[in-house]
């Protein structure tokens, strides 16, 4: 993890780098709870924060490099009164805003397995853009107002 404070704290800008492994899960969602924390999140929305990162990442790992190596990277700071999160790849290009959300009125027996992650990330951040970055690769960004809680 890399810090990298521009002036106060509070604008402080922190980013991860990590193998895309199923077993850095666990180091992705502490490094989003301990930066959102640090940045002043409030325990809500950090925690949304935690569980969408969580679900893009898992994603981006099992259907984006689908067992090939590769990396993630993950940048989060402060703008205005939201936290910014960009998760970047270079795995199989993925626009994760166009999936339509899925339909929740179907009996569970009825539903395809699976296919919740982009809604639940969805559900828990305030927004989610998508482009492709200069290298050809894929960046996702979330925005989540810091004193907002419970999935808006």
Known sequence: MQDSPAGSGLTMESALRVSAELDN?????????????ALGASQDATDDLVQAVDELAANIIQHGYRGSPGFIEIEMKPEQDALVICLRDQAQLFDPT?????????????RALGGLGIHIARQCADSMTYRIT???????????????????
């Open 25 to 37: 899960l666990a180091d992705i969602r502490r490094f989003v709870e301990i930066t959102a924390m």
């Open 98 to 110: 166009l999936v339509p959300p899925p339909d929740l009125a179907l009996p569970l027996e009825k």
């Open 134 to 152: 200069a290298e050809g690769g894929n960046e996702l960004t979330l925005r989540k107002k810091m004193n907002q809680g419970g999935n808006t």
